[in-house]
Structure formats: structure tokens, C-alpha cells
């Protein structure tokens, strides 16, 4: 049974920095494209960081220059550096695991809380 299990989030104040880790037991991870999306109360889940089974990146703009999307295919873990975190950069945050360019099915964690707050 795949299972993504998300870690790292909190409590932090405006200009503040967290790390979210994702450990994986996904048998072939570095085929995966992995990425973190978030959702926020009353809206839409959203695409933040997504890295390529190399190290192709993709950023949403309003992460851009502040989050880093990092990969361990040792380790079988992806990670999200947050830096320079907004109030608006409160959500729960997702980990995915997206395998289906090629059948190998598309992975989901059960989700952290961020919550950026005076």
C-alpha cells in the first residue's frame, strides 16, 4: 500500500520559515513527478512546487522566489522549503505523487496544516 505522509507544518509568524517533508513508500519514486499543493479554507486546491523525475522545478507564481522544491530519490522523500511565508500562504498542504504519464497511478497524502499568523 502507497502511502505519503506529510510532516513539518505549524504555527509561524509573517516572514517566518518552515520545512515540509514528504517520506514515501512508493516503490519507483524517482519516476515520480512529485509536487505539494495546498488548499485553503472555501477555496480550490492549488498547484504550489512540482519537480520532475530530474530536476526540472515548476513554481506557482505567487511561491515564486520564496519556496524551494527539493527531492531525495534515495531517501524516497520531497520536500518544500517556505520562506518569507504570508497569511496568505495559510492553507493544509498536500503531497502528490503523479505517475500518470506512464500508469503508475496518481498518490496523494493526507495533509498538513501551515498556518501564518501574528
Known amino acids: 500500500q502507497v502511502q505519503l505522509v506529510e510532516s513539518g507544518g505549524g504555527l509561524v509568524q509573517p516572514g517566518g520559515s518552515l520545512r515540509l517533508s514528504c517520506a514515501t513508500s512508493?516503490?519507483?519514486?524517482?519516476?515520480?513527478?512529485m509536487g505539494w499543493y495546498r488548499q485553503a479554507p472555501g477555496k480550490q486546491r492549488e498547484l504550489v512546487a512540482r519537480i520532475r523525475s530530474g530536476t526540472t522545478t515548476y513554481y506557482a507564481d505567487s511561491v515564486k522566489g520564496r519556496f524551494t522544491i527539493s527531492r531525495d530519490n534515495a531517501k524516497n522523500t520531497v520536500a518544500l522549503q517556505m520562506n518569507s511565508l504570508k497569511p496568505e500562504d495559510t492553507a493544509v498542504y498536500y503531497c502528490?505523487?503523479?505517475?500518470?504519464?506512464?500508469?503508475?497511478?496518481?498518490?496523494w497524502g493526507q495533509g498538513t496544516q501551515v498556518t501564518v499568523s501574528p
Open positions: 512508493i516503490s519507483g519514486f524517482r519516476l515520480y513527478t
Open positions: 502528490n505523487a503523479d505517475g500518470t504519464g506512464w500508469s503508475g497511478g496518481n498518490f
